[in-house]
């Protein structure tokens, strides 16, 4: 492996030798981030559709440079219900859901709140990193749906203020870096 020392604007190279954790290469090509697009989202929504639906403000899109790259998607969200139920949500790329679990699942990011009358109060932060490949030099768009089976269910706020006399808010986001090949 080469090892590079910049020392003003001149750089030095040596190789690292195979008998001591080297590939003995003088030159190799790691991958590069070669753009990042991220969206951050403020404000507040709600849903309360026992179906996928669309989470406002939690879209993004980009257009990589070579069919070869590799999209890394981090999504950070913070997410509160009042009541012991599922919410699941899920991380897409266009129409198609990525980020799935081969068995038992039908989304990316589930959370299950337990009965103990304080949730109202409390933020479940669900966050999710996915090395996507999505093979085009096409506009992608990356985006989240969420759904409930019980009661409404709220982004980038908590249900009850908990007896703070304001409201306990956060700012969720979505991150999409192009690694090329």
């Not at 981030?33 to 980009?62: C, E, H, N, P, R």
């Not at 959370?111 to 304080?118: I, T």
């Amino acid at each position: 492996m080469a090892i590079t020392r910049v020392l003003g604007a001149t750089a030095v190279a040596a190789t690292l030798p195979t008998t001591v954790g080297g590939t003995g290469a003088t030159t190799f090509s790691p991958g590069k981030i070669l753009q990042v697009v991220s969206t951050a989202k403020t404000d507040t929504t709600s849903t309360a559709s026992a179906s996928f639906v669309d989470i406002t403000g939690m879209t993004l899109s980009i257009t990589p440079a070579a069919a070869t790259s590799k999209i890394l998607v981090m999504v950070q969200t913070y997410v509160c219900g009042a009541s012991s139920a599922n919410q699941p949500i899920n991380l897409l790329r266009d129409s198609t859901v990525i980020g799935v679990a081969d068995v038992a699942a039908d989304y990316t990011m589930p959370f299950r709140q337990a009965s103990d009358g304080q949730n109202q109060y409390r933020f479940f932060n669900l966050s999710t990193t996915f090395l996507d490949s999505p093979s085009t030099t096409s506009a992608t768009t990356y985006k989240l749906q969420w759904k409930t089976n019980s009661a409404t269910i709220y982004l980038n706020r908590t249900v009850n203020e908990g007896g703070l006399g304001v409201g306990v808010n956060a700012c969720s986001t979505i991150t999409a870096m192009e690694v090329g090949a």
